[in-house]
């Protein structure tokens, strides 16, 4: 469904001074910064995967999902999404993907979402049983019907986010970018989106790829997980192997009287002894051996 190649993308930005002689000095003589945004990037995903993008800000996610998306161009590798090159925007590629931006809306203002989805059935020329059938089916999963007359802009967050799900899903994309599509919302609305997202894709086999800063939809959606630092990919597998390899241990810390006095070569049989203290001690202990250590 997706194969990336070498990906990488540079940004050039200009640097500029403060106060008016910087201003001034910018007109003439300008300071540029390459800034690499992602860089030598390769990876695939097959259909029906959801695959989770992890990194900090400015990692570089959001720019390489609007590379995949088409939104900007790459400046060098390749990528073909859906037998697609993706940056030349054809038709046919665009009607099998769709892009959700948690901090940008798609959907109008001061429309009504059912008005906004009959423009966007015109726009996707989406046959008029197709349409009512797929409307009705998500409707139902997100159980939003009786919100969808109303104008967007008085909708909660959590509404305008379900319609924003409705308005991507409607041409039924084989493809489903999501760039942090919980961001802002409440934890109730966060599960709520999480389990239509991993009901449509069991009943409609549609490939995810998400970005999200809330480990809970990485955890709750993802087996497998990229995890992206400074542009370029630092970790591609399972989620549990990342536990397995970065985080194999624990700290656990003892608090009572006398642990201070306690014998060290003792508290060694328990695990590293990375700390002692009076009325403390604190070892690092094997993921495995927390319970039984703890019960000792």
């Not at 609007?66 to 590629?93: C, Q, Y």
């Not at 999480?194 to 069991?202: G, I």
Request: charged fraction near 30%; glycine fraction near 8%.
């Amino acid at each position: 469904m997706i194969e990336v190649r070498n990906l990488s993308k540079d940004f050039v930005v200009h640097r500029k001074q403060p106060g008016l002689l910087g201003s001034i000095r910018s007109l003439f003589v300008r300071d540029r910064v390459v800034k690499h945004a992602v860089r030598d990037v390769s990876f695939s995903i097959g259909e029906g995967e959801i695959v989770g993008l992890v990194g900090a800000n400015g990692a570089g996610k959001t720019t390489l999902v609007k590379m995949l998306s088409g939104i900007i161009h790459p400046t060098a590798g390749s990528m073909s999404v859906l037998g697609h090159d993706p940056w030349k925007r054809d038709n046919e590629f665009r009607r099998r993907i769709a892009l959700i931006m948690g901090q940008k809306a798609q959907l109008w203002w001061d429309l009504p979402a059912a008005d906004c989805f009959l423009l966007l059935r015109e726009i996707y020329q989406i046959p008029e049983a197709q349409y009512r059938e797929t409307l009705d089916w998500l409707c139902d999963a997100l159980r939003v019907k009786g919100e969808i007359n109303f104008q967007i802009r008085r909708l909660s967050l959590g509404e305008r986010m379900k319609m924003e799900l409705i308005a991507s899903l409607l041409h039924r994309p084989r493809i489903l970018f999501l760039d942090e599509p919980t961001i802002g919302l409440d934890v109730v609305s966060q599960k709520k989106v999480r389990e239509f997202l991993r009901h449509h894709n069991a009943t409609r086999g549609t490939t995810i790829l998400l970005t999200s800063h809330y480990m809970a939809d990485i955890e709750e959606l993802c087996d497998r997980v990229i995890i992206v630092d400074r542009g370029s990919i630092f970790f591609d597998g399972r989620l549990a192997e990342v536990i397995d390899r970065f985080a194999d241990h624990k700290i656990i810390t003892i608090h009572g009287e006398g642990t201070g006095r306690c014998p060290r070569e003792h508290l060694e049989r328990y695990g590293e002894v990375i700390g002692q203290a009076d009325g403390e001690v604190r070892l690092r202990v094997k993921r495995h051996r927390v319970i039984p250590v703890c019960k000792a």
